[in-house]
């Protein structure tokens, strides 16, 4: 939820487009159209369809080597303390599921993080390009 609401943020900021040069209301739409288009090409980014970024979802552990290791490390370590093998195996293996899930999440994190990130950089890119763009078209963008 977080992500979905930082993603909105940049949004929310749009810009002021005066005609500084007297221009009529049509002629600054036709601008703002023509320099938009121009932007998206030039920024690889369109403010209209952004980029999604991925959705949180709970970790998965299946039938992975982490129980597995878990599960192994849990029996040498039950034999050598007091030879209950099994229950230290069952702990090694909840442990092993554990820490796979939370890296698991970890990297569901960064990967969000990314995409907020380049989501950013592609909108800021975009509002340079099409500043410069009315900009040289006698409007003043603020």
Known sequence: MLASLLATVPLFAQTMVYPAKGQSPEQQQKDEAECHAWAVQQSGYDP??????????????????ARVRGAVG?????????????????AGAALGGMRERRRQRMEQQESQNSAIQ????GLSSYNKAKAACLEGRGYSVK
Request: proline share 10%.
């Open 48 to 65: 209209a369809k952004p980029p999604s970024v991925p959705k949180a979802t709970s970790p998965r552990v299946t039938g992975s080597g």
């Open 74 to 90: 849990g029996a040498i370590v039950g034999e050598i303390a007091d030879g209950d093998t099994g229950d230290a195996a069952l």
């Open 118 to 121: 380049q989501q950013k950089a």
